[in-house]
T-cell receptor, first 114, second 109 residues
Framework: DSGVTQTPKHLITATGQRVTLRCSPR?????VYWYQQSLDQGLQFLIQ???????AKGNILERFSAQQFPDLHSELNLSSLELGDSALYFC?????????????FGPGTRLTVL | QKEVEQDPGPLSVPEGAIVSLNCTYS??????FMWYRQYSRKGPELLMY????GNKEDGRFTAQVDKSSKYISLFIRDSQPSDSATYLC?????????FGQGTILTVHP
């Protein structure tokens, strides 16, 4: 158990809908990262937050947004969902800001868009 | 061309075999190199971490980095059925982790 929690575990929704994925980092970790894992694209970095502020952006679509709250939990919002958004979404956390710090991954949320 | 290339396998070996997993990369800015292991229906977990060229050993695992050739490897000695998982190489520059596609490894008894 990495100490990172994600809810829900599974999510099934329809095209055009909006969903919110939630992540609680390990106790004491200030950085939260979001990743998308699909069969064709592999594990792709989406976005990083550090202590409430956006710090790095990867291949995140404009339809996706995230935020980190004062209690350090984070939410990833996915809107106008398309079939191609079906994937595993992972959250990871680390103590510090830099990418060299060990990232601990949560169990993931499996999103299915029908 | 992807920044990090990794043969997806699948790779199937008998118990006790030496396993070699490899990645190549194109971005010279990558400074730190990692190997993650991902079991089915789980998140990736960090196995090995290194930042310099050369070898780093941890039990049955050895990570090798050759920055001049832009090539990294993970060797697993005396492989066990419990090593069956997907192995992902990862590299970081300026705070962003870039992963390889992952290699699916099966170790059969």
């Amino acid at each position: 158990d990495s100490g990172v929690t994600q809810t829900p575990k599974h999510l099934i929704t329809a095209t055009g809908q909006r969903v919110t994925l939630r992540c609680s980092p390990r106790s004491g970790d200030l950085s939260v990262y979001w990743y998308q894992q699909s069969l064709d694209q592999g594990l792709q970095f989406l976005i990083q937050y550090y202590n409430g502020e956006e710090r790095a952006k990867g291949n995140i679509l404009e339809r996706f947004s995230a935020q980190q709250f004062p209690d350090l939990h984070s939410e990833l919002n996915l809107s106008s969902l398309e079939l191609g958004d079906s994937a595993l979404y992972f959250c990871a956390s680390s103590l510090a800001l830099v990418g060299t710090d060990t990232q601990y991954f949560g169990p993931g949320t499996r999103l299915t868009v029908l | 061309q992807k920044e990090v290339e990794q043969d997806p396998g699948p790779l199937s070996v008998p118990e006790g075999a030496i396993v070699s997993l490899n990645c190549t990369y194109s971005n010279s800015a990558f400074q730190y190199f990692m190997w993650y292991r991902q079991y089915s229906r789980k998140g990736p977990e960090l196995l090995m971490y290194t930042y310099s060229s050369g070898n780093k050993e941890d039990g049955r695992f050895t990570a090798q980095v050759d920055k001049s050739s832009k090539y990294i490897s993970l060797f697993i000695r005396d492989s066990q059925p419990s090593d069956s998982a997907t192995y992902l190489c990862a590299m970081t520059s300026y705070g962003k982790l870039t992963f390889g596609q992952g290699t699916i490894l099966t170790v059969h008894p």
